[in-house]
């Protein structure tokens, strides 16, 4: 093994602790779109696999949507080659999504949203307990400013969430890992990439620039994205304004509720702590 290698295994293996991301006795569904952050993450699982002081499996999916020019048997010869259990699901969510987003708009959403409920079902079928997907830190750094510049919310991309419905347990091993060096692993192993813009899918701008933001001010500040990592890992609720989050932990002393109201206000059933703020701006 490379150092770099070693370097991102042992990355993996710390979030995996951290989250309890593989557990003794899992089948791990890895999700293998052909992008660099995919093969990357199935080979380092498959790294901890040999290594890890107890026994889970993996079994490699990829689905092909049907993008014009995929190279169909690019991943199935490399994942046989190499001796991992695979499967190739054909579903054609190409069609439908060019049939419902509206020219000039981003595909990835409905292609995502498509894409994740096939892996759920298709986990269920082979019996995996969890989807390994291959999202890693700049990933989880860009969501969050995403979400905070333009979503109102502080949240990011959870290592581990159980779907609504109860069914499957997504993780994600590579949200310490950088891309960079994720991207160094796969010059280093000369993984066969597939392009990912066969989808014919407009930029997402937003992600973008905020991908340009974080190379520019991580070059004044070298521990930008490590700081930026830290903070979801470092959360001071009492130094938050969700009032709802605040009532859940207790933070904030009962008091009479209509001290500081007018008549129609304490006449509401509602608490106050749940009560939300009036937006800023119309939206
Ligand atoms: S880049 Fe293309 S394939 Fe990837 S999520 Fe977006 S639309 Fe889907």
């Not at 990829?62 to 699901?89: C, M, S, T």
């Not at 109102?152 to 347990?169: A, H, I, T």
Request: charged residues 25%; positive net charge; glycine residues 8%.
């Amino acid at each position: 093994m490379t150092r770099l290698e070693k370097r991102l295994l042992a990355t993996v293996a710390r979030a995996s602790i951290d989250f309890r991301l593989l557990e003794p006795g899992d089948r791990v569904l890895v999700a293998m779109s052909g992008g660099k952050d995919s093969y990357g993450l199935l080979h380092l699982l498959h790294r901890l696999e040999q290594r890890a002081p107890f026994r889970f499996s993996l079994v490699a999916v990829n689905v092909d949507q049907g993008h014009p020019g995929f190279p169909k048997n690019v991943l199935p010869e490399w994942l046989a080659a190499r001796g991992y259990e695979y499967r190739i699901v054909e579903e054609d969510t190409h069609s439908i999504v060019k049939s419902k987003v509206p020219a000039g708009k981003t595909y990835c959403s409905l292609c995502s949203r498509l894409r994740r409920g096939i892996l759920y079902n298709v986990a269920c079928e082979l019996g995996a307990t969890k989807i390994a997907l291959g999202h890693h830190a700049d990933d989880v750094i860009e969501t969050l400013l995403l979400n905070l510049f333009y979503s109102g919310q502080l949240k990011s991309m959870p290592p581990r969430l159980r779907s609504d419905d109860g069914r499957n347990v997504v993780i994600r091993p590579l949200v310490y890992c950088a891309e960079a060096d994720l991207a160094e692993l796969a010059r280093e192993l000369a993984f066969p990439i597939i392009p990912c813009d066969l989808c014919g899918s407009q930029e997402n701008l937003k992600r973008k620039r905020i991908k340009a933001l974080v190379a520019e001010l991580g070059r004044e500040n070298p521990k930008l994205r490590g700081n930026l990592l830290a903070a979801l890992g470092n959360v001071r609720p009492t130094h938050l304004l969700d009032a709802e989050l605040r009532a859940q932990l207790g933070l904030d002393e009962a008091r009479g509720q209509d001290d500081f109201l007018d008549g129609d206000q304490a006449r509401s059933s509602e608490p106050l702590l749940l009560r939300r703020p009036q937006p800023l701006v119309a939206t």
